[in-house]
């Protein structure tokens, strides 16, 4: 069992407000990713981290932004959810070269 | 940029039959590592077999076992001796320089009784 916790698992979200998905894990692992990723579909990398203080953003366009103030603790937030924001967000973490470990992920719905 | 194709939206097999899933990636880079990670409906992702690049030796796990192609850029997934069990998503990944992960679109399993 991987020591990788997102809440909430689902949430449903009305137009116009401000969310934020969290994202713990306690391996101490450096690297950080967002995946967002309809139901049986690709996972579509949305944000990632090397470290502390460190965010890129990844392939897909994506209006939220993240943040990496404890290695511990990469959280998701999108100002303004919109309909097109419903999805399925999946964080990993790993270190190099090595497996990732997933999250259960947060299934959101805004209307 | 480095980019996982996975070219079977879907397959199926007969229980206790062996699948091959395919996968390509396409870089310049020489040394990176290759994934298999297993989706169950409803459960969390987690990986099948790793392959690094510059190992020769094709990469085994029980009943997995991968087709490294490295000159082909191919890097396929054999499922022997199927179960249930088995049924789910599986994606192909793609990590270079201990950068992003990248993944292919995946390949629906369906295990038939």
């Known amino acids: 069992e991987a020591d990788i916790y997102q809440t909430p698992r689902y949430l449903v979200i009305g137009t116009g407000k401000k969310i934020t998905l969290e994202c713990s894990q306690t391996m101490g692992h450096d690297k950080m990713y967002w995946y967002q990723q309809d139901p049986g579909m690709e996972l579509h990398l949305i944000h990632y981290?090397?470290?502390?203080?460190?965010?890129e953003k990844g392939d897909l366009s994506s209006e939220s932004t993240v943040s990496r103030i404890r290695t511990e603790h990469f959280p998701l937030t999108l100002e303004s959810a919109r309909p097109s924001h419903t999805s399925q967000y999946l964080c990993?973490?790993?270190?190099?070269?090595?497996?990732?470990?997933f999250g259960q992920g947060t299934r959101l719905t805004v209307v | 940029a480095q980019t996982v194709t996975q070219s079977q939206p879907e397959m199926s097999v007969q229980e206790a039959e062996t699948v091959t899933l395919s996968c390509t990636y396409d870089?310049?880079?020489?040394?990176?590592?290759l994934f298999w990670y297993k989706q169950p409906p409803s459960r969390q992702m987690i990986l099948v077999i790793r392959?690094?690049?510059?190992?020769?030796q094709n990469a085994t796990e029980n009943r997995f076992s991968v087709n490294f192609q490295k000159a082909a850029k191919s890097f396929s997934l054999k499922i022997s001796d199927s179960q249930l069990g088995d049924a789910a998503m599986y994606f192909c990944?793609?990590?270079?320089?201990?950068?992003?992960?990248?993944f292919g679109q995946g390949t629906r399993l369906t295990i038939n009784p």
């Open positions: 990993a973490s790993r270190e190099s070269d090595t497996e990732a470990f």
């Open positions: 981290s090397y470290g502390v203080n460190s965010t």
């Open positions: 990944a793609y990590e270079w320089g201990a950068q992003k992960l990248v």
């Open positions: 392959q690094e690049a510059y190992k020769q």
């Open positions: 870089t310049s880079e020489s040394d990176y590592y």
